[in-house]
């Protein structure tokens, strides 16, 4: 019986491990801009930047390595998801929300380009996204959500039947699709290393092993020394709430992974899956899906959602429990894959403000900027973000710097102990309103769920 590799960070670093971490920061130094945060958003930032204005004096400091947080951890969804969307369309107008949707659906294009350009081989295949329903409740969300996204301006996208869901990917009792072109699947570590050796080829600095204790007007503060830049920027994503002041301001929730062994060409010709798409599906606690580069399934869920105290993992090991139901999903989803063993589980958490907002902000006064809060769809938002912050910082009027996410304020999370019972209590509501839903057959949205959308603020 295969054993499962548990954490080690992720399973995307088993083939090469973790990375030999750059040099630490020598002692105080000078920056024009100063970015706390290695992954995805600060190196973005960092690119597009020096892109445009090559003469800057950019800094990353980053705590571990780059790619050690969710950046090298995610299910390798690169698609036009954006958190907020509703929300920013009843603060701002439905034309604002559309605009911010279009942007995004560009940007998984532009990810594309700019690995293509600059090398990066992170196994990209732009497969798009389906989205499965398999209860009669899920398909009555999943008609409303194809619905909301084609008014959203996805004209591209397709609405499926039972046989045409199956013809792309045979998931056990599907009901119906909904399927966009804007996504690709990716491999996450391949895509922030090859990111990273491209800023520094530009002339950025990397400093690695290099935690920020605390961010000030001006001054990254490090054990090792401080950065002093007109522009200091957060990119911390999921483990924002370990820097002082800013415990509420995020919270780092928790999802999990698991990878199985390489499948055998019979159960890929009983799968199907030859498109590759990334896979959803209408679940409340919902799951998510890629068929890897090397024919394995990655899947993953919410597991233990929270750790109290907005506490992280360690180096992405977690329990047994949630090992085994991520293991029933696949099972469920798959029958011919149950047989599979499964490498690897792992988990990383990812950023949640508390009405549910991703965000972009740069107060010119302070010199202090952040972005982020994607709530897990940040592979392709980070871009996006990163583009962002690089106008604002160099005062350029664009498109982008007009989107309503920009300078958008969350309010903060609630103190602890309200903070662990209401995440838990939520999901406990969600993962029984999915039993619910299965066992009854109903086409209607399960009570329980509704008042857990009340219950957390999420927009719709």
Same mark, same amino acid.
Not at 205 to 212: A, F, R
């Given at each position: ?42 190196? #973005? ?7 445009? @204005? ?22 390798? $969804? ?30 998984? =294009? ?33 008609? /409303? ?30 009901? =119906? ?111 998510? /899906? ?54 690897? @589980? ?9 009405? #549910?907002? /991703? ?10 900027? $952040? ?13 996006? /973000? ?46 029984? @309103? ?27």
């Amino acid at each position: 019986m295969m054993v499962t590799a548990n954490g080690g960070i992720s399973f995307w670093y088993a083939a090469t491990g973790a990375p030999v971490p750059r040099e630490p920061l020598p002692g105080d130094s000078d920056a024009d801009v100063v970015i706390v945060g290695g992954g995805y958003t600060g190196l #973005w930032t960092a690119y597009y930047l020096k892109k445009a @204005a090559p003469f800057l004096r950019i800094t990353v400091l980053e705590a571990r390595f780059c790619g050690y947080g969710a950046s090298g951890r995610n299910g390798g $969804w690169l698609y036009n998801g954006i958190a907020g969307r509703d929300r920013y369309a009843a603060l701002h107008g439905r034309e604002a929300a559309v605009a911010l949707q279009r942007a995004m659906n560009g940007t998984v =294009g532009e990810v594309v380009r700019v690995a293509a350009e600059e090398g990066v081989d992170a196994d990209i295949h732009q497969g798009g996204v389906l989205e499965v329903a398999y209860t009669p409740a899920q398909l009555t969300r999943l008609k /409303a959500y194809h619905e909301k996204e084609t008014a959203f301006g996805e004209t591209e996208r397709v609405l499926l039947g039972a046989g045409e869901t199956a013809a792309r990917v045979r998931v056990a009792g599907a009901v =119906g699709g909904s399927w966009t072109p804007h996504g690709a699947r990716v491999h996450p570590v391949k895509l922030v290393q090859g990111l990273a050796a491209a800023v520094e080829r530009l002339g950025v600095t990397v400093h690695e092993c290099t935690p920020v204790t605390r961010i000030r007007p001006r001054y990254a503060d490090t054990p090792y020394g401080t950065v002093r830049a007109p522009y200091v920027l957060r990119c911390t994503e999921g483990f924002t709430a370990s820097l002082r002041g800013q415990r509420r301001t995020w919270l780092p929730m928790n999802s999990s992974m698991i990878v199985t062994e390489p499948l055998p060409a019979a159960v890929w010709a009983t799968i199907g899956w030859e498109g590759r798409e990334t896979l959803g599906d209408m679940a409340h606690a919902y799951m998510y /899906a890629q068929r890897t580069a090397d024919g394995r399934i990655a899947l993953g869920g919410r597991g233990v959602p929270y750790r109290f105290g907005s506490g992280v993992d360690h180096d992405g090991a977690i329990g047994s429990s949630t090992i085994a139901q991520l293991g029933r999903i696949l099972r469920r989803m798959f029958p011919a894959a149950a047989g599979a063993g499964l490498e690897h @589980a792992w988990c990383g958490v990812l950023g949640v403000p508390r009405d #549910w907002c /991703a965000t972009v902000t740069l107060d010119p006064q302070t010199g202090l900027g $952040w972005a982020g809060g994607y709530t897990g769809h940040g592979v392709a938002a980070s871009n996006l /973000a990163g583009r962002t912050l690089a106008d604002l910082i160099r005062g350029v009027p664009s498109p982008l710097t007009t989107l309503p996410w920009v300078g958008h304020r969350s309010p903060r999370w609630e103190p602890e102990p309200a903070r662990w019972a209401g995440v838990h209590g939520l999901y406990a509501l969600y993962r029984t @309103a999915d039993r619910l839903e299965s066992a009854r057959h109903t086409p209607r949205t399960s009570v329980l769920a509704r008042a857990g959308d009340l219950i957390s603020g999420i927009p719709h």
